[in-house]
């Protein structure tokens, strides 16, 4: 589609010229008002008048066109034609108008100087472009086009593409979106504290997610991974004792295995009457060797016992325990080590070791699980009162109390559900007689009587009858497996057990929980970021909308849509620079110092990965709302475009 147009009558004929040469090749569409141009060039002509299409015809094309070059003066077809001499000079004079003229010519070293009144002087040289022809005009014919050869082929490379040179850089554009950011009214700049609070929110939340879904064995173990844990709602005494001895059983424990002991502190400290715990899971000694013990080394007898180094670490986390820890003196797992453990009616244990099995586990001979748990989950007893019932008392071991007790009568409770009591309740109890009090739904029988230097009420029974007792009044029981999947088939399956893998449950649990961590940190961050975006597709709406006439005049002028995108890009880069990521690294370093608090090391990971990931987020999502509202529109002509009667 060519339009012809602002061109002399020289310049006009060479381009008719070439473009008839061109039509031999190739359609050409030509769009003038000079008819006789069409006339004499046209194979066919199209007239319009008014945007409609009034003639549409085959032209006849014709054989001379009357069409005056500007600059060609022929001078045989002037009205004036004379010559003038004098002296050595010659003046030959052509005119077309035969008006008074009133003409100066000075000839002066060598210099032709000219005044004229009221006329246009122009000098014809080599440069002027006039030409002079000694001769009279005739009328173009078609010889003029016939014999003018263009080769398109040899112009027009076929593998040649033009090549757009854009009038934007990214660089330019961000320049200029600082510009235009510094010129922003004092509402718009308080505006940009939006993005400030959304960045930091935003990387918040990433780092709190990447904090949730980065799990550790660590963080859901807290029993030996390889017990299992039979809930059966009341254990039966026989029943356990069955399944002790079932060949893929390496031995059970009644309840859950948890128990505390009380560190024993140094005299200064004991008189302060600071008391701390340590809590844990029961694990039989001989499931870790030398190699499980990174600190200290394996116990060597039955008093002596190992842990877990993550139950150290839980009670200097903890802020309670690490409170009385510091005011006790002990302020690191150092001085843990070799510190005497104190529960009631035994002899004290010693911490020798520190492991690394993940799990909370005390590591102690399991001869003495019984009577360790016993300090925990003890048997209430009725004890004689004024009226002559039981008043409530414990059964304990009574090789505990061997040391501080003298049997006065009777003898020692050698058997299963035979027991010996304080000498001060031998008038009221007989000896061999049975007792209201109930083991395993069995009624305990005097067998002898005590007499106590600590004045010692205790029911002293066997350790066995102490082992019915606690595993009567036991909901449910761990199992250490020799093999862990057999043995879970045996007491889901052939015992009808509600059995689970401790280390499998807890791991799902933990997981499931992540889940909806994970979630509500996602909708928080989804809400947060969703704001941020609302807001920066106002800001970029409204600018855009300030601009539009700006961007109609450089579509109609040839500017492509990618360089008014660039424009765009580089005030969205420019407001994300300055306004979010002061954001980021504000959050970046808040986060860094919670990190260091004790419980919420875990919940955040402020990393280069992170922050990366946050700010690529942040750029790129703002990049693509920021520029939501000019998609719609770009997409117009430019004259729609100029034509929106939504802005001034």
């Known amino acids: 589609m060519s339009q012809l147009g602002n061109l002399d009558s020289k310049n006009s004929l060479e381009i008719m010229n070439i473009i008839k040469a061109i039509s031999k090749q190739r359609l050409v569409l030509l769009v003038t008002h000079e008819v006789d141009l069409a006339q004499f060039y046209a194979t066919r002509i199209i007239k319009l008048e008014d945007g409609n299409i009034i003639k549409d015809y085959q032209n006849e094309e014709t054989d001379s066109l009357e069409y005056r070059v500007d600059n060609k003066i022929y001078l045989q077809d002037m009205k004036l034609n004379k010559t003038l001499t004098a002296d050595n000079i010659k003046l030959d004079i052509y ?28 000098v014809i040289d080599e440069n002027s472009g006039i030409e002079l022809i000694d001769g009279k005009y005739q009328k173009i014919d078609k010889s003029i086009y016939e014999n003018h050869k263009y080769n398109l082929d040899e112009i027009i490379n076929k593998s040649f593409k033009p090549k757009y040179s854009s009038i934007y850089s990214i660089l330019k554009s961000i320049k200029y979106g600082f510009n235009k950011i510094l010129n922003y009214t004092v509402l718009r700049k308080i505006l940009l504290l939006g993005f400030l609070l959304s960045s930091m929110f935003v990387i918040y939340s990433i780092a709190n997610i990447k904090g949730i879904t980065d799990i550790r064995e660590s963080d859901y173990v807290t029993m030996d991974k390889n017990y299992l844990k039979a809930d059966v709602g009341m254990v039966n005494v026989d029943n356990y004792l069955k399944y002790e001895n079932l060949d893929c059983v390496d031995y059970l424990i009644p309840g859950d295995g948890n128990t505390s002991f009380r560190i024993k502190m140094d005299n200064f400290y004991q008189l302060s009457n600071i008391s701390v715990y340590l809590n844990g899971y029961l694990v039989d000694i001989n499931k870790i060797n030398e190699n499980s013990i990174i600190k200290g080394r394996m116990p060597e007898n039955d008093y002596e016992l190992a842990i877990d180094k993550k139950i150290v670490e839980k009670m200097l986390k903890d802020p309670f325990s690490s409170v009385n820890l ?44 019984i009577n360790i748990l016993n300090n925990k989950t003890t048997t209430m007893f ?38 010996i009591i304080n000498k001060s309740k031998e008038e009221e109890i007989e000896l061999n007689k049975t ?89 928080f961050a989804g809400s947060i970021l969703a704001i941020s975006l609302v807001e920066i597709y106002l800001m970029m709406r409204s600018s855009f909308l300030s601009r539009i006439k700006e961007i109609g005049v450089l579509r109609a002028i040839g500017i492509k849509k990618q360089d008014i995108y660039k424009m765009f890009v580089g005030e969205i880069l420019s407001i994300t620079t300055i306004a979010s990521l002061p954001g980021i690294a504000l959050m970046s370093y808040i986060l860094n110092q919670i990190s260091k608090i004790p419980y919420a090391d875990r919940m955040f990971i402020i990393n280069f990965e992170t922050i990366g990931l946050s700010i690529c987020l942040i750029y790129i999502f703002n990049i693509l709302v920021g520029l939501l509202p000019l998609f719609k529109v770009i997409r117009k002509t430019p004259a729609r475009i100029l034509t929106r009667n939504d802005v001034e």
């Open 382 to 419: 009725e004890m004689p009162s004024a009226n002559g019932d039981l008043d409530e008392s414990t059964v304990k071991d009574y090789n505990l109390f061997l040391e501080d007790i003298k049997i006065t009568k009777g003898r020692l409770p050698e058997n299963d559900y035979e027991v």
């Open 95 to 122: 005119s077309d108008d035969v008006e008074n003229i009133d003409i100066k010519l000075v000839i002066k070293n060598g210099n032709i100087y000219i005044k004229g009144q009221n006329k246009k002087i122009e």
């Open 326 to 369: 510091k005011e006790a003196g002990i302020k690191n797992e150092d001085e843990l080590l070799n510190r005497k453990l104190i529960i009631d009616g035994m002899k004290e244990f010693t911490i020798v070791g520190f492991s690394d099995n993940l799990g909370e586990s005390i590591y102690v001979k399991k001869d003495l699980f």
């Open 435 to 523: 007792i209201k009090t109930e083991v395993n739904s069995k009624q305990l029988t005097v067998v002898g009587f005590y007499e106590s230097k600590t004045n010692s009420q205790n029911y002293l029974v066997n350790l066995n009858t102490v082992k019915y007792d606690i595993i009567s009044k036991a909901k449910n029981f761990l199992v250490y497996p020799k093999d862990k999947q057999t043995a879970l088939n045996i007491f889901k399956n052939e015992y009808h057990l509600n059995t689970i893998d401790v280390y499998e449950k807890a791991k799902k649990d933990y997981i499931q929980e992540t889940k909806e961590r994970i979630k509500s940190s996602v909708i």
